[in-house]
T-cell receptor, first 112, second 115 residues
Framework: DADVTQTPRNRITKTGKRIMLECSQT?????MYWYRQDPGLGLRLIYY???????NKGEISDGYSVSRQAQAKFSLSLESAIPNQTALYFC???????????FGEGSRLTVL | AQTVTQSQPEMSVQEAETVTLSCTYD???????LFWYKQPPSRQMILVIR??????QNATENRFSVNFQKAAKSFSLKISDSQLGDAAMYFC????????????FGTGTLLAVQP
């Protein structure tokens, strides 16, 4: 089983729908991240959490929210999806403050 | 703010040859880390190599090595004896040292390996 698991792997939805992307990890890391990948733009940070009670906005947090339900779980929500949120979303964990990230397999979201 | 620049959107190399991917970064910090991540078609992000800024010696992992030029803020990745399985998107990434570090990625270089 993967150490960092994202669900769903792929999702197609319509404009205005609420979407939740879930991430769970078995690595025991406190730090978790949500990134968005777009062609030509690389990976951009949406939200990050350094422990269960710590949530921080990244560079592109508008239109997104997160919930850190437990050390192992970090969910990303789109309250009202729009087409320009079509992207590949990655969850990642970090070993301490090492900078080394462990990624999930990504969730491809398409908003029509 | 720190930035990471990869100026080569696409590169191509013949199998068994050597290729170098470029990366430059901008920071005023003295304590930081640099990384190269690989994303094959399976889309899984995989750490290739890591470099601590305080280390003068260039990091090496098997066929992968870096040329870290701290004064020039340059961090290139050299892949020797290229294999078909090296075909992927490669991302350069930076994070500063300390408790509040976050990884900042470049825009990526798509590497094709020709048989």
């Amino acid at each position: 089983d993967a150490d960092v698991t994202q669900t769903p792997r792929n999702r197609i939805t319509k404009t205005g729908k609420r979407i939740m992307l879930e991430c769970s990890q078995t690595k025991g890391h406190d730090r978790m991240y949500w990134y968005r990948q777009d062609p030509g733009l690389g990976l951009r940070l949406i939200y990050y959490s350094f422990d269960v009670k710590d949530i921080n906005k990244g560079e592109i947090s508008d239109g997104y929210s997160v919930s850190r339900q437990a050390q192992a779980k970090f969910s990303l929500s789109l309250e009202s999806a729009i087409p320009n949120q079509t992207a590949l979303y990655f969850c990642a964990t970090e070993a301490g403050a090492s900078g080394e990230l462990f990624f999930g397999e990504g969730s491809r979201l398409t908003v029509l | 703010a720190q930035t990471v620049t990869q100026s080569q959107p696409e590169m191509s190399v013949q199998e068994a040859e050597t290729v170098t991917l470029s990366c430059t970064y901008d920071t005023s910090e003295s304590d930081y880390y640099l990384f190269w991540y690989k994303q094959p078609p399976s889309r899984q992000m995989i750490l290739v190599i890591r470099q601590e800024a305080y280390k003068q010696q260039n990091a090496t992992e098997n066929r992968f090595s870096v040329n870290f030029q701290k004064a020039a803020k340059s961090f290139s990745l050299k892949i020797s004896d290229s294999q078909l399985g090296d075909a992927a998107m490669y991302f350069c990434a930076y994070c500063h040292g300390g408790a509040t570090n976050k990884l900042i990625f470049g825009t990526g270089t798509l590497l094709a390996v020709q048989p």
